[in-house]
């Protein structure tokens, strides 16, 4: 599809031009990089350029720019130029076989002026569709033209009537003269100026458009027929529509004598009412030739009809894509001559207005009604290529590309302008395609340093936004750019679900700015930003495993969190998870290989905290996972429970391991604190964990005589009955040992599986205070656990032989001798 440009200009009350503007239409099957060419090459604005007074400094004296007061001037008169050769160049080809005197000479000045113009374009400078700055360079700007229309320009200026005549008059180089018709560009690039002027009425200049349309179209064929009836000899004029019409008593006989404005005035009636399918009859087609050029003709009409009927329907109608840039640019302007703006600020308002206009036949504006998930695939399509060649993002997940390429929003910008300044909150990210921009560092005094350059798949912006600090340099625009536009709050909620690649932003933005010594200061800042994320992740996890929410906690860690990472008091979400009783959590964490037995910084396991609130299945995952119950100052935590009459407590922390012989500052035990309140139950709890009745404190005293004083007469036969059955179980004993009252007990916990055996396959075993001999162990494990057994193996599958090498509080394993086989 060929391309068409409308031209825009207005200016303000002071003369100054106020915007131009191209129109371009729409071109199918086109890229990315051919749409930012198309848009920057019809984006032609001659008026006001960026720092004007260095600009021409750099030009080349024989060049001529775009917006010289005299190139304007020569636009107008070759203008007049145009509009003469665009109306006599159809009258020459149908009513002239060879000029007269006066209009040859008339025809050579204006070939003369055009050819001068072919010069000028020689000479003319434009905007490079690239980069959008004036090339002023000879050889580029005549190498364009030759490309362009040079050849149809100065074929168009070769004298074809002089031709003609020399040729001995032959017929086919008269045809020739309609290359002359290119020149009509120039009226129709004229018509459109005035359509987009907001000085001039628009339905006014519309109507004008398309009645000079209409003319024109009847003028060409009015030609076209007279030049029909001329293809006949003098002898058969006759069989001619001219010759054989009869208007009234007037006839055309020897038409070729009558004057040239009759002959005209009839060929344009006959054009019109053909046009308008009127059909009085007077005047009629006669032979073949004309038959079927006014068929053609007719043809012709109907898509011109077409053409002007739809086009006063859009006046009438109004709401033209044109009509409305015309109403929006009207008020900006009204609304920058109320506030004096200044005239960077006016050029910027009004190129980006520009730009909005331009591009909405490219923009993915025109995918609004479009599907958010058929967007999205065009969006990774046309964005995704340009984003991981980002080094922001390298390393980053495929699924975070996604979301970042599916939320970002196009936008262009013109040289000169500044998109961030130095010291300024930003609030967007942005990402080059194409174009080059460059990092300004603007020192107190106004000096500039460059301090980096953005060229395509670089960012800029990300410093600010990720470690919230001011804008550390000025981001300006050197050619025409093509950006990618993520907002902040945009991204800040992406990198809350995927945080993981949050971390990975933050170290490639130090390593891409290794060498950059502005970002070299703020590594500091950067660092502390990715510890305070590595902190606000640990309370999500945290949060998670708290509330019991199993989803989130999964997506986290699998998202990349560290299920071992602990809060500013160093628990763990396995802490909090045995802490509030959720099984689930505390299950998932295990298998997750988390540290069980870590403490916080109050001394606290997840055992324990399981274990203090009472959650006994948790507590006791937990222990079957080998979980133990670490204790600071068993011996005060045992009392202060005893006193408080915590009955629940002290029953689970005696059954997963806490010594129930375990003293506090005084050296008195659970046992003494029992004894002295008369606690029976607590006290008979005690004694069957394994309480020593005959431990003394630091003032001698034993639980005896602890209870002897409280004077309750049960719980003192409760206590000698003990201390009796004590005595007897440890006969070997001295006397000294008994006055000091160290009686050692040991306890194990037998397993009935092998240690070998998958984790499906084990059970829950059993408690049992260690004997005095092997067979004993067996016999009583046998007994309790409700299986057969023949031996007694370590953790590590190694056969015990003596009690003696059992310690206090080991796992053991009950297995039989098939069972040994079958791991042997």
């Given at each position: 599809?060929?391309?068409?440009?409308?031209?825009?200009?207005?200016?303000?009350?002071?003369?100054?031009?106020?915007?131009e503007v191209e129109e371009v239409k729409e071109i199918m099957d086109e890229s990315q990089g051919r749409r930012l060419t198309l848009l920057t090459s019809n984006l032609t604005r001659f008026g006001s350029l960026r720092r004007s007074g260095s600009h021409h400094k750099l030009f080349n004296r024989f060049v001529i720019l775009p917006d010289n007061r005299w190139y304007e001037i020569w636009t107008q008169f070759i203008l007049l130029w145009a509009v003469y050769s665009s109306f006599f160049t159809p009258l020459e080809f149908g009513f002239f076989r060879g000029l007269p005197k006066d209009f040859f000479l008339l025809d050579i000045a204006g070939q003369i002026a055009f050819l001068f113009d072919i010069a000028v374009q020689f000479l003319l400078a434009y905007r490079d569709p690239d980069t959008y700055l004036i090339v002023c360079n000879p050889s580029s700007i005549a190498l364009r033209y030759v490309k362009s229309g040079f050849v149809m320009d100065l074929l168009s200026c070769l004298p074809w009537d002089a031709i003609y005549k020399a040729c001995g008059k032959k017929e086919v180089v008269r045809y020739l003269l309609w290359i002359r018709l290119v020149r009509v560009r120039k009226v129709t690039d004229f018509l459109e100026k005035m359509e987009k002027d907001i000085r001039i009425n628009y339905l006014f200049i519309r109507i004008v458009k398309l009645i000079v349309v209409e003319l024109y179209c009847t003028h060409t064929a009015a030609c076209i027929f007279y030049y029909l009836a001329t293809?006949?000899?003098?002898?058969?004029?006759?069989?001619?529509?001219?010759?054989?019409l009869k208007l009234g008593n007037h006839t055309y006989q020897h038409f070729r004598d009558i004057d040239l404005f009759t002959r005209y005035v009839t060929s344009l009636y006959f054009a019109i009412v053909t046009m308008a399918t009127v059909g009085y009859g007077d005047i009629h087609a006669t032979n073949t030739r004309e038959m079927l050029f006014i068929m053609i003709y007719l043809s012709f009409d109907m898509i011109l009809g077409a053409y002007l009927i739809g086009n006063m329907t859009a006046l009438i109608v109004k709401g033209s894509k044109t009509e409305k840039f015309r109403d929006k640019m009207k008020d900006l302007i009204k609304y920058m001559n109320r506030n004096k703006l200044e005239k960077d600020i006016r050029d910027q308002i009004k190129g980006h207005a520009r730009l909005q206009y331009e591009r909405s036949y490219t923009e993915a504006s025109v995918l609004e009604d479009i599907p958010a998930s058929i967007r999205a695939k065009i969006?990774?399509?046309?964005?995704?290529?340009?984003?991981?060649?980002?080094?922001?993002?390298?390393?980053?997940?495929?699924?975070?590309?996604?979301?970042?390429?599916?939320?970002l929003q196009e936008e262009f910008f013109l040289p000169g302008e500044v998109i961030m300044e130095q010291g300024s909150s930003v609030y967007q990210l942005y990402f080059v395609c194409d174009g080059v921009l460059e990092g300004v560092s603007i020192g107190e005094d106004g000096s500039e340093e460059n301090v980096q350059k953005f060229e395509p798949n670089s960012s800029f912006g990300e410093v600010a936004i990720l470690c919230n600090i001011p804008q550390p340099y000025t981001v300006r625009v050197c050619e025409l750019c093509r950006l990618l536009r993520l907002d902040k709050q945009i991204l800040t909620t992406i990198l809350q679900i995927y945080f993981v690649d949050g971390r990975t932003i933050l170290r490639n933005l130090l390593e891409v700015n290794e060498n950059n010594i502005q970002i070299k200061q703020l590594e500091s800042d950067i660092g502390f930003h990715i510890e305070k994320q590595e902190s606000e992740l640990a309370l999500r996890v945290n949060s998670a495993a708290f509330h019991g929410n199993l989803n989130y906690l999964k997506s986290?860690?699998?998202?990349?969190?560290?299920?071992?990472?602990?809060?500013?008091?160093?628990?763990?979400p396995l802490h909090l998870a045995a802490?509030?009783?959720?099984?689930?959590?505390?299950?998932?964490?295990?298998?997750?290989?988390?540290?069980?037995?870590?403490?916080?910084?109050?001394?606290?396991?997840?055992?324990?905290?399981?274990?203090?609130?009472?959650?006994?299945?948790?507590?006791?995952?937990?222990?079957?996972?080998?979980?133990?119950?670490?204790?600071?100052?068993?011996?005060?935590?045992?009392?202060?429970?005893?006193?408080?009459?915590?009955?629940?407590?002290?029953?689970?922390v005696l059954a997963y391991g806490i010594d129930p012989n375990s003293k506090d500052y005084d050296h008195r035990t659970p046992l003494h604190v029992a004894s002295a309140e008369g606690l029976y139950f607590i006290a008979k709890m005690l004694l069957e964990a394994g309480a020593s009745v005959l431990s003394q404190d630091r003032w001698g005293n034993t639980p005896l005589d602890e209870a002897r004083k409280c004077g309750s007469q049960s719980?003192?036969?409760?206590?000698?009955?003990?201390?009796?059955?004590?005595?007897?179980?440890?006969?070997?004993?001295?006397?000294?040992?008994?006055?000091?009252?160290?009686?050692?007990?040991?306890?194990?916990?037998?397993?009935?599986f092998h240690p070998w055996?998958?984790?499906?396959?084990?059970?829950?075993?059993?408690?049992?205070?260690?004997?005095?001999?092997?067979?004993?162990?067996?016999?009583?494990?046998?007994?309790?656990?409700?299986?057969?057994?023949s031996c007694i193996l370590s953790e590590d599958g190694a056969r015990i032989l003596d009690v003696e090498m059992i310690s206090d509080g080991q796992k053991l394993y009950l297995v039989s001798d098939h069972d040994r086989n079958m791991h042997t």
């Open positions: 599809m060929v391309a068409t440009k409308k031209k825009e200009r207005g200016r303000d009350v002071n003369g100054e031009i106020e915007y293809t006949f000899p003098a002898s058969m004029e006759g069989y001619t529509w001219i010759g054989s969006s990774q399509s046309l964005y995704k290529p340009f984003i991981e060649m980002i080094p922001l993002f390298r390393g980053c997940s495929a699924e975070f590309i996604r979301q970042i390429v599916i939320r986290l860690i699998k998202a990349g969190a560290d299920p071992n990472k602990t809060d500013y008091d160093g628990r763990s802490s509030r009783g959720h099984e689930d959590i505390a299950s998932f964490l295990i298998q997750e290989g988390v540290d069980i037995n870590l403490s916080d910084k109050f001394g606290n396991t997840p055992l324990l905290e399981a274990v203090k609130n009472g959650h006994e299945r948790v507590a006791f995952l937990l222990f079957n996972e080998g979980a133990t119950l670490s204790l600071s100052d068993a011996g005060s935590h045992l009392c202060m429970a005893v006193a408080k009459g915590d009955a629940d407590f002290l029953r689970r719980l003192i036969k409760l206590l000698e009955d003990a201390r009796c059955k004590e005595l007897s179980e440890f006969p070997q004993q001295s006397p000294e040992f008994l006055v000091t009252g160290h009686i050692i007990r040991r306890r194990c916990r037998v397993f009935p055996d998958s984790t499906e396959t084990r059970i829950e075993g059993v408690m049992l205070w260690v004997p005095k001999t092997m067979e004993d162990l067996i016999k009583s494990s046998t007994e309790q656990l409700k299986c057969s057994g």
